[in-house]
């Protein structure tokens, strides 16, 4: 950890005090690990502490500035320092991550127990050099909870990682032999679950609505291994509709796309549940593609199953998206657009009821 010393200035920019903090990186750690490929770190850093003065000589980096600021500079090198401490490297997208994780501490919306190191190193699957591990707080509270709870449901938006994370779970519990299979389904509202109108055998058919699901497995596994783990039935891809009348047990069973699930068939998934089975099921409840008028199971079932025990419901937003940076903004950017839409409908329809 980097050794920090503290010293406090009068202000120079009005009367607020200033505080200098200065850190010794280890030698041990060369100074473009912490600074960056360019500085590319640094200016992350920079960028998100405008008022301060950071500046580096050698292996010492000291900031001035507003005290609080200071502060949060200072924790933000130390869990640097900690996730370098474990091999991995820091990316601008974690440095990112953590500026925002310790301000929420700061502010109090986040919690004092959980730091940005622990979020960062948290590994769930390595694979061909590739380690697949949370990127924020929410994403390491899903996947402690799918630790701990046998029935979870991820609700967000696309891109915070809800279905990856819990195919990844269901990989290192078939890899520890905590089950012997894995259960993928998807329900296909656009066949209208029923498929039969569709050419060719039952992966062909059902390709189009599950290949997300295949994608996300050739990242996680052998991708040769993969046909003939599905020929052996311990990875099984399937629409809902073939998940009636059966019972799973020792089973790691994923739902996805269930906003697009109506209540009948969610009541009829989550009562497959076997012995020594856990289910994970995900959704966006923003993105329902149910014809007018049906209600999306996964809206409702928060209602009905909140408050049952080992059952949890862990919520992702847009600050727990992991693709492209637009991508948090564009979700943004059209929660704003629907919740003014909303808005303004209720206005007019006010406005029409007053005449």
């Known amino acids: 950890m980097a050794q920090t010393t503290q010293n406090q200035n009068g202000s120079g920019r009005g009367t607020t005090p200033e505080t200098t903090a200065r850190f010794t990186v280890p030698a041990k750690h060369p100074m473009v690990t912490v600074l960056g490929s360019g500085d590319s770190l640094l200016r992350v850093i920079e960028s998100a502490f405008p008022k301060a003065d950071i500046h580096v000589r050698g292996n010492e980096i000291s900031a001035t500035g507003d005290a609080r600021e200071v502060a949060l500079i200072q924790r933000l090198f130390d869990e640097m320092m900690l996730v370098l401490r474990t091999g991995q490297p820091m990316t601008e997208d974690a440095v990112e991550r953590s500026i925002a994780m310790l301000r929420e501490q700061e502010d109090g919306t986040g919690a004092a127990d959980e730091t940005p190191a622990e979020v960062l190193t948290q590994n769930i699957l390595s694979n061909r050099g590739r380690t697949i591990r949370p990127k924020t707080l929410n994403q390491k509270r899903y996947v402690d909870a799918i630790d701990k709870h046998t029935v979870v449901f991820g609700i967000g938006p696309a891109g915070t990682g809800k279905t990856y994370l819990a195919m990844a779970k269901a990989v290192q519990a078939l890899q520890s032999k905590q089950v012997t299979r ?93 012995f020594e089975s856990k289910i994970v099921v995900t959704g966006d409840i ?59 409908s209720r206005e007019h329809g006010s406005r029409d009821h007053r005449k």
């Open 182 to 274: 894995i259960i993928l389904t998807r329900p296909a509202v656009e066949a209208g679950e029923r498929l039969g109108f569709l050419p060719g055998t039952l992966y062909e058919k059902i390709d189009p609505y599950l290949r997300p699901l295949y994608d996300a497995l050739h990242d996680m596994l052998d991708p040769d291994s993969i046909p003939r783990l599905m020929a052996a039935g311990t990875i099984e891809v399937a629409p809902l509709a073939y998940m009636r009348g059966r019972t799973l047990n020792d089973a790691f069973i994923i739902l996805d796309e269930a906003q697009n699930t109506n209540p009948e068939q969610m009541k009829m998934f989550l009562t497959r549940l076997g």
């Open 286 to 344: 923003t993105q329902v593609d149910l014809p007018g008028g049906t209600k999306s199971g996964l809206r409702q079932v928060k209602e009905i199953l909140e408050g049952v025990e080992d059952v949890h419901f862990s919520q992702l937003d847009s600050t727990d998206v992991v693709r492209h940076k637009l991508v948090g903004r564009i979700v943004d950017a059209y929660d704003r657009y629907d919740n003014g839409h909303e808005h303004g």
